[in-house]
């Protein structure tokens, strides 16, 4: 991703990485700053959502996907 604001990007990297897999609300705090992130790529962030929204909270593999992004 390339980004306006890398600390917006590893304020999302550091709630993904403490979600709990029973968490919702944490899940929706990364959502909204994703949607609070101004991107270069907004194809990019487009991808971010889909991975994010698709995340089952048994999934761990698609949350380190996330973290990959």
């Given at each position: 991703?390339?980004?306006?604001?890398?600390?917006?990007?590893?304020?999302?990297?550091?709630?993904?990485?403490?979600?709990?897999?029973?968490?919702?609300?944490?899940?929706?705090?990364?959502?909204?700053?994703?949607?609070?992130?101004?991107?270069?790529?907004?194809?990019?962030?487009?991808?971010?959502?889909?991975?994010?929204?698709?995340?089952?909270?048994?999934?761990?593999?698609?949350?380190?996907?996330?973290?990959a992004?």
């Open positions: 991703l390339t980004l306006v604001d890398v600390d917006a990007l590893n304020d999302v990297l550091a709630l993904v990485e403490s979600l709990t897999l029973v968490d919702v609300d944490a899940l929706n705090d990364v959502l909204a700053l994703v949607e609070s992130l101004t991107l270069v790529d907004v194809d990019a962030l487009n991808d971010v959502f889909v991975l994010v929204e698709s995340l089952t909270l048994v999934d761990v593999d698609a949350l380190n996907d996330v973290l992004l």
